[in-house]
């Protein structure tokens, strides 16, 4: 089992940056971390995926903007949102499967509340 709380979610102007905080406990051994992201009236959508090794795959529409990363001994994930855009804007959530790499959000199996990003232009 995996419990996880997101933070860093809030109000910032286009062009700024924000950093998620995904802390992580329970048993986080040879997890894969994940963001996702559901915008206004939209499905949720994969952003970033880290695995144990700290191997990442991320959406192309975040590529060159956001770095996910992890911090081993704080069991923290991390998304760094830079060059925000309006369209960034939705609730984030942070996942959590056992194994390897995935961008579908039904191969995750642990999830956050959320944390919404809003970006204004």
């Known amino acids: 089992q995996v419990q996880l709380v997101e933070s860093g979610g809030g109000l910032v102007q286009a062009g700024g940056s924000l950093r998620l905080s995904c802390a992580a406990s329970?048993?986080?051994?040879?997890?894969?971390m994940g963001w996702f992201r559901q915008p206004p009236g939209k499905e949720r959508v994969f952003v970033a995926a880290?695995?144990?090794?700290?191997?990442?795959i991320y959406a192309d529409s975040v590529k060159g903007r956001f770095t996910i990363s992890r911090d081993y001994p704080k069991n923290t994930v991390y998304l760094q949102m830079n060059s925000l855009k309006t369209e960034d804007t939705a609730v984030y959530f942070c996942?959590?499967?056992?194994?390897?790499?995935?961008?579908?959000?039904?191969?995750?199996?642990?999830w956050g509340q959320g944390t919404q990003v809003t970006v204004s232009s």
């Open positions: 996942a959590a499967r056992y194994g390897g790499i995935r961008y579908d959000e039904s191969d995750y199996a642990y």
């Open positions: 329970g048993r986080i051994s040879s997890t894969t």
């Open positions: 880290i695995n144990w090794s700290g191997g990442t």
